[in-house]
């Protein structure tokens, strides 16, 4: 069997092949590039001359930051603790020193107020005379007391209270 063939559709047909050839080699040469592409990625995700692998890597460092986040929420609830206790303890100090009695100069008389945050603790006071010193302690609750204050006991709990020293 014979094919009686026009050589314009020869033609044709041969320009037709050599097209789809030269389509097929190039994609086999992109296809090659991406192939060497994707073996170099996955050459430096599986670590290159004994190095570590980048998966590895990356689940080395998601265990350290699962210990920070730890490590950060008991720091957290040892600061939460220590700052619950803390506002129990004297961290509120003023002093006021006063002249008790006219004739005596160089403000010899004091009174120190000690408070807690909730503005609890004691006032400690000294009465300087010419001839003796008198101390007197009073207890402090939320700022104010059941023994009767003087304006200086008063004015150094309220500047302990700001937080400000009197002078």
Known sequence: ???????TTVAWIALA???VAVLAFVLALTALVSLRRMRRHYTILQGEDGAESFVTAVSRKAQEVDRL???????????????????DAIRHVAVVRYDAFNDMG????FSAAML??????????????????????????AGSSDALLS????????YAQRGATGG
Request: hydrophobic share 35%; charged share 35%; net charge negative.
């Open 1 to 7: 069997m014979t094919l009686d063939l026009d050589p």
């Open 17 to 19: 092949g050599a097209s």
């Open 69 to 87: 986040r730890e490590a950060v929420e008991g720091a957290r609830t040892e600061v939460d603790s220590l700052r619950l206790a803390l506002s």
């Open 106 to 109: 160089g403000r010899m008389s």
């Open 116 to 141: 807690d945050d909730a503005g609890d603790g004691l006032v400690i006071s000294s009465i300087n005379g010419r001839s003796e010193t008198r101390t007197y302690a009073k207890g402090v609750k």
């Open 151 to 158: 304006p200086e006991e008063e004015q150094v709990i309220e």
